[in-house]
């Protein structure tokens, strides 16, 4: 059963950083990409990030990032724990949405993430 748990969302100030966890079942992340969604009220899902194995090159993983990002976020892998983390730092009033952790074959589109988590609110005020 793949069942993505996500934690660390909570309100922040612009300019302040959250760690977002996502809990994993055992070696999710050697079947799937692992991605980051967000979605604001009255929006649609939006991409984040995902990271996923380089395959036959034991222990390289491949990160991937949507434009609004900017270096401000860093998704990654924890194998030992199977944990993924997406730290965000400067975060600004418009990163304020839901988001979710997921799982699947995909790297961008959410069609392609077949494994939700019920999603950790991040609140961003001026």
């Known amino acids: 059963q793949v069942q993505p748990v996500e934690s660390g969302g909570g309100s922040v100030q612009a300019g302040g950083s959250l760690r977002l966890s996502c809990e994993l079942s055992g070696n999710t992340y050697t079947r799937y990409s692992t991605g980051w969604f967000r979605q604001a009220p009255g929006k649609e899902r939006e991409w984040v990030a995902s990271i996923y194995t380089a395959g036959f090159l034991d222990g390289v993983f491949v990160d991937a990032y949507g434009t609004f990002v900017k270096g401000r976020f860093t998704i990654s892998l924890d194998t030992d724990k199977n944990m993924c983390y997406l730290q965000m730092n400067n975060l600004k009033v418009e990163d304020t949405a839901m988001y979710y952790c997921?799982?699947?074959?995909?790297?961008?589109?959410?069609?392609?993430?077949?494994?939700w988590g019920q999603g950790t609110q991040v609140t961003v005020s001026q």
């Open positions: 997921a799982a699947g074959l995909g790297l961008v589109s959410p069609q392609n993430f077949t494994h």
